[in-house]
């Protein structure tokens, strides 16, 4: 007789605990999902698709201003003097609220516009959008995430939609091959092809980031996965990612965390820098290589979170904000930043960004007349961070605030002309560039206990660099909470299983 294949054996004995395992899990959150009156997550997203289907419609009303909002896109139109944003999240401390609307933002006239358009995609977060002035404009989207109200439940997509701009009609691309599920990747449009790269997926089990990437051509509408030479990065989502001058792309940062005992994650945020392009030694120039990279000139703190646009010639990108997470004693504290980054794309530098006062005329002429030694201090944009200790929560994982920015809340008072107003602290903010002009929309921040979602509005000159124009006021006082702000450890541990992630 032939031995026994013990291997084999003990193989299918881990798949059948495996099997009792997911059978048990689901069995439990099915228990729990009935004692919260919700049904399951994928009947939700299919109930929703349905209903979209049925409107056959475009509508269109102007609103004041987007409801308050993080973790969703925010570009500018590939042909007109607008922008527009899509999609985001929304947590009141008892409930999240995911988005599919879609805004445009007329710069000229200042006026928000709500479209209502048929065939929607189902509410996302997390996501990616470029936009493309091919065939009278488009705008691409891919991928995301969708949360039941009580985030007891997680939804990751890996759908392709294009909105064409001038029918105002959606279209979901059935195409094969694609990337797998996910949301806090990233995207950038080269040419006519987009690019897809990292992410997670997160199963309340498990989390899996990725470090993958995946071309979409926009004429044949056909996926292809690369499979670049040299040593790529690490698994990553929430990273930055801009495309070069030459067209290749530049990958900087992000987060990822692992599970390093029951109940118990290690998040890390990344520094490193890596540029994809066409491998020089390829006859063929179709093979792709990765080379990690140096960036230069000044540093400023780690972070993740850090949203990141790049100009229309591709010369320079602009980074807003972001958060660093420190972990002592199983415990994670937050660093909220609100300092303004440029990288020069053709020098590979960073430069943080200091706005100089604009003076009017009645304040040159005083200081004509003030002693010509005087030495003039030059206000400017402080960073550096202040103790303080508060307990906050993400969404992902409990959070200690354990310093925060030296930046004003409140808008700025006319009467104080020396001071150089800046946009508060926050993360996952929506930045986009129109003529010349960045501008900066929502984001998050926690304090305390409380999640402050912005709905705040500004806009600076690049060229000019003078100061941050606002455009709607950042009003804290309207934000609702509807949790505690000083819920019990029990409470909190409770919130924060539910596996959200940075983006």
């Not at 039941?148 to 279209?171: A, G, I, M, N």
């Not at 909220?336 to 990288?343: P, R, T």
Request: glycine fraction near 8%; hydrophobic fraction near 30%; charge should be neutral.
């Amino acid at each position: 007789m032939g031995k026994k294949d013990k291997s084999k054996k003990k193989g299918k004995g881990a798949e059948k605990t495996q099997l009792k395992t997911e059978k048990k899990l689901s069995n439990k959150l099915k228990k729990t999902l009935k004692d919260l009156g919700e049904d399951d997550i994928e009947t939700i997203v299919k109930e929703i698709e349905r209903a979209e289907q049925k409107r056959t419609q475009v509508t269109e009303s102007v609103v004041d201003v987007p409801s308050r909002r993080v973790n969703f896109t925010f570009v500018s139109h590939p042909d007109k003097d607008q922008l527009i944003l899509y999609g985001g999240e929304y947590f009141n401390g008892q409930r999240t609220f995911i988005y599919n609307d879609l805004f445009f933002y007329n710069i000229s006239n200042n006026t928000w516009t709500l479209v209502q358009a048929p065939k929607c995609p189902p509410p996302r977060c997390g996501h990616q959008m470029v936009t493309s002035s091919a065939n009278k404009g488009q705008l691409w989207v891919f991928g995301g995430e969708f949360a039941s109200p009580t985030q007891s439940q997680f939804y990751h997509y890996r759908d392709l939609w294009v909105y064409h701009l001038d029918k105002k009609q959606w279209e979901k691309i059935m195409a094969p091959d694609g990337p797998s599920a996910r949301s806090g990747h990233r995207m950038v449009l080269i040419k006519k092809q987009l690019f897809v790269f990292g992410g997670f997926h997160d199963n309340l089990r498990d989390c899996k980031y990725f470090n993958d990437i995946y071309s979409f051509h926009l004429e044949t509408f056909k996926w292809k996965k690369i499979e670049p030479v040299g040593t790529p990065p690490a698994p990553r989502s929430g990273c930055c990612m801009a495309p070069l001058p030459d067209h290749r792309i530049l990958i900087y940062g992000g987060y990822s965390k692992e599970n390093i005992k029951k109940d118990i994650d290690k998040g890390h945020i990344y520094t490193d820098a890596f540029i994809l392009g066409l491998d020089k030694h390829d006859p063929n120039k179709q093979k792709y290589k990765w080379q990690q990279v140096k960036l230069g000139n000044q540093h400023f703190s780690p972070r993740c979170s850090m949203p990141m646009v790049t100009t229309v010639n591709g010369q320079y990108s602009y980074c807003f904000g972001g958060v660093f997470d420190v972990e002592d004693d199983e415990i994670l504290s937050g660093n909220f930043f609100n300092d303004f980054i440029q990288l020069d794309l053709e020098k590979m530098g960073w430069k943080r960004l200091t706005l100089t006062e604009k003076k009017d005329a009645k304040t040159k002429r005083r200081k004509i007349k003030e002693d010509d030694q005087e030495e003039e201090v030059e206000p400017i944009m402080e960073t550096e961070p202040i103790s303080i200790t508060t307990l906050s929560d993400d969404g992902v994982f409990k959070v200690i605030v354990g310093a925060a920015l030296r930046e004003t809340r409140t808008e700025p008072n006319p009467k104080e002309t020396n001071q150089i107003f800046q946009p508060s602290a926050r993360m996952n903010c929506g930045l986009a560039i129109k003529h010349g002009l960045l501008y900066l929309y929502g984001g998050a921040y926690e304090d305390g206990e409380r999640e402050i979602t912005y709905s705040d509005f500004y806009s600076v000159d690049l060229r000019k660099l003078d100061q941050w124009k606002v455009i709607i006021q950042n009003d804290t006082s309207q934000v609702e909470w509807l949790g505690s702000d000083s819920e019990s450890e029990e409470d909190s541990e409770t919130s924060d299983s539910s596996g959200m992630e940075t983006d």
